[in-house]
């Protein structure tokens, strides 16, 4: 195979964009074939944007065309397993958009079919692992120059949505469409890279408010507090109604603190590891010396060049170099389940008032999620009453 025949499905927002990359040949080793979406509208933006490429109404009819030989799924989540399974089953190789679905026993039922599909290639568009402040600091900490890491905190408020994006309606920002508000759609990403950074939390205590200053009925403001196995704590805010918003990652560990805001990387490295120079210390409130302060900043590229340089692009690139030339994904699709897992333990928490310790109950999760979908219903029917 010189070049890998992609199909898109769901056009949307996010496939059209896609759709773009291929249009404009920024996957040098990929062409877009074919296409499915179930809109008419769709259908006909396809049509005048996308000559010579294949328009599919039913997606397992894009998958046995014979045109394509790996699938991007771009379709509201719910869809992401059951298509990301037909896909394997059909021999393709499967890039699916975040987040990998909205409970995980689905999510893991379309990982054991990636396991048994071994020469198919799985992916996650977590483009957020390609941010270069990122990888920086995901090599500190597997380097060990930052040590064992004694806490992690996350706030990432800087996703205004007014009540007009929550108005427009579709599958957005309701619990029938997509399984909940800011934790299933704003934050895949930074819950993804919360885990890979830190790790998998053994516990979780999460406070998930719903309709915070807005006439929702899912979740905008969430507070979660974390345990991990080497007893080290974290804290994961987020909020869709703060303005200005604040996104500041922040991982503090034995020999020194990293903190990621405003497109910089500070890495305060210590003299000597925490735990060291504690052993030894014999005044009340000392300063321990620092070795060095690292910083990194990226810079803020223009619209055009960042649709070039995208980090979409890259994941892009990276899943079909992994098709032709067998290079390491930088997001596996099997590690979707993971940001998964705590966005679910932080949602079960939250309903249930109890702190929650992974594995979490899938069945409970599922039994909740399913009470909250019937209590829609109720809410829009006084919505339109109102
Ligand atoms: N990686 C990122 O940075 C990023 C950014 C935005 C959205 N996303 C993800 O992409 C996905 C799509 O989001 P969007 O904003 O493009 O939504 P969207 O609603 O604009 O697009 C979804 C498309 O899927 C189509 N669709 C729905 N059911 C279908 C079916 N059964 N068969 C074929 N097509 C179907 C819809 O008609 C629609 O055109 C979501 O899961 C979202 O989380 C990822």
Redesign the pocket.
Same mark, same amino acid.
């Given at each position: 195979m010189e070049k890998v025949r992609y199909g898109i499905?769901?056009?949307?927002?996010?496939?059209s964009l896609h759709c773009l990359r291929f249009k404009y040949k920024l996957i040098k080793n990929g062409t877009l074939t074919a296409v499915?979406?179930?809109?008419p509208e769709?259908r006909q933006w396809a049509e005048k944007n996308l000559p010579g490429v294949t328009f599919f109404e039913d997606?397992k009819e894009l998958m046995e065309s014979g045109l394509v030989d790996a699938v991007l799924i771009?379709?509201?989540?719910y869809?992401?397993p059951e298509m990301g399974k037909a896909a394997l089953a059909r021999g393709l190789h499967t890039l699916i958009?975040?987040?990998a679905g909205v409970f995980t026993s689905a999510v893991r039922e379309l990982n054991e079919a990636a396991k048994e599909k071994k020469g198919l290639v799985y992916g996650i568009?977590y $483009?957020q692992r390609t941010n270069k402040l990122y990888r920086l600091a995901k090599t500190l900490i597997e380097s060990g120059r930052l040590g064992e890491i004694k806490r992690i905190n996350w706030i990432i408020t800087d996703w205004y949505r007014p009540q007009a994006y929550y108005d427009q309606g579709?599958?957005r920002g309701t619990w029938v469409g997509e399984g909940g508000g800011a934790l299933i $759609?704003q934050c895949?990403?930074q819950l993804d890279l919360f885990q890979w950074l830190g790790g998998m939390p053994s516990k979780v205590i999460g406070y998930a408010k719903v309709g915070v200053k807005r006439n929702i009925n899912v979740e905008n403001d969430v507070t979660a507090y974390f345990e991990y196995p080497n007893g080290a704590t974290g804290v994961f805010i987020t909020s869709t109604h703060d303005f200005p918003g604040t996104n500041r990652l922040e991982i503090d560990a034995d020999k020194g603190k990293l903190v990621i805001e405003n497109n910089k990387l500070t890495f305060t490295e210590l003299e000597v590891g925490e735990t060291q120079f504690n052993a030894t210390n014999t005044k009340f409130m000392p300063k321990i010396p620092v070795k060095k302060k690292l910083v990194k900043r990226i810079t803020k590229l223009g619209e055009l060049s960042q649709f070039v340089t995208s980090q979409?692009t890259a994941i892009l690139r990276n899943f079909t170099d992994a098709i032709l030339y067998g290079k390491p994904l930088i997001a596996p699709g099997e590690e979707g389940i993971n940001g998964l897992t705590i966005s679910n333990a932080i949602h079960l928490s939250s309903w249930t008032g109890q702190p929650v310790t992974l594995p979490i109950d899938e069945k409970l999760f599922e039994e909740e999620l399913a009470k909250r979908i019937e209590e829609e219903k109720e809410f829009n029917k006084k919505k339109v009453q109102l």
């Amino acid at each position: 195979m010189e070049k890998v025949r992609y199909g898109i499905i769901g056009i949307g927002k996010m496939g059209s964009l896609h759709c773009l990359r291929f249009k404009y040949k920024l996957i040098k080793n990929g062409t877009l074939t074919a296409v499915c979406d179930i809109s008419p509208e769709r259908r006909q933006w396809a049509e005048k944007n996308l000559p010579g490429v294949t328009f599919f109404e039913d997606y397992k009819e894009l998958m046995e065309s014979g045109l394509v030989d790996a699938v991007l799924i771009a379709t509201p989540h719910y869809l992401h397993p059951e298509m990301g399974k037909a896909a394997l089953a059909r021999g393709l190789h499967t890039l699916i958009e975040k987040p990998a679905g909205v409970f995980t026993s689905a999510v893991r039922e379309l990982n054991e079919a990636a396991k048994e599909k071994k020469g198919l290639v799985y992916g996650i568009m977590y $483009n957020q692992r390609t941010n270069k402040l990122y990888r920086l600091a995901k090599t500190l900490i597997e380097s060990g120059r930052l040590g064992e890491i004694k806490r992690i905190n996350w706030i990432i408020t800087d996703w205004y949505r007014p009540q007009a994006y929550y108005d427009q309606g579709g599958w957005r920002g309701t619990w029938v469409g997509e399984g909940g508000g800011a934790l299933i $759609n704003q934050c895949p990403h930074q819950l993804d890279l919360f885990q890979w950074l830190g790790g998998m939390p053994s516990k979780v205590i999460g406070y998930a408010k719903v309709g915070v200053k807005r006439n929702i009925n899912v979740e905008n403001d969430v507070t979660a507090y974390f345990e991990y196995p080497n007893g080290a704590t974290g804290v994961f805010i987020t909020s869709t109604h703060d303005f200005p918003g604040t996104n500041r990652l922040e991982i503090d560990a034995d020999k020194g603190k990293l903190v990621i805001e405003n497109n910089k990387l500070t890495f305060t490295e210590l003299e000597v590891g925490e735990t060291q120079f504690n052993a030894t210390n014999t005044k009340f409130m000392p300063k321990i010396p620092v070795k060095k302060k690292l910083v990194k900043r990226i810079t803020k590229l223009g619209e055009l060049s960042q649709f070039v340089t995208s980090q979409h692009t890259a994941i892009l690139r990276n899943f079909t170099d992994a098709i032709l030339y067998g290079k390491p994904l930088i997001a596996p699709g099997e590690e979707g389940i993971n940001g998964l897992t705590i966005s679910n333990a932080i949602h079960l928490s939250s309903w249930t008032g109890q702190p929650v310790t992974l594995p979490i109950d899938e069945k409970l999760f599922e039994e909740e999620l399913a009470k909250r979908i019937e209590e829609e219903k109720e809410f829009n029917k006084k919505k339109v009453q109102l």
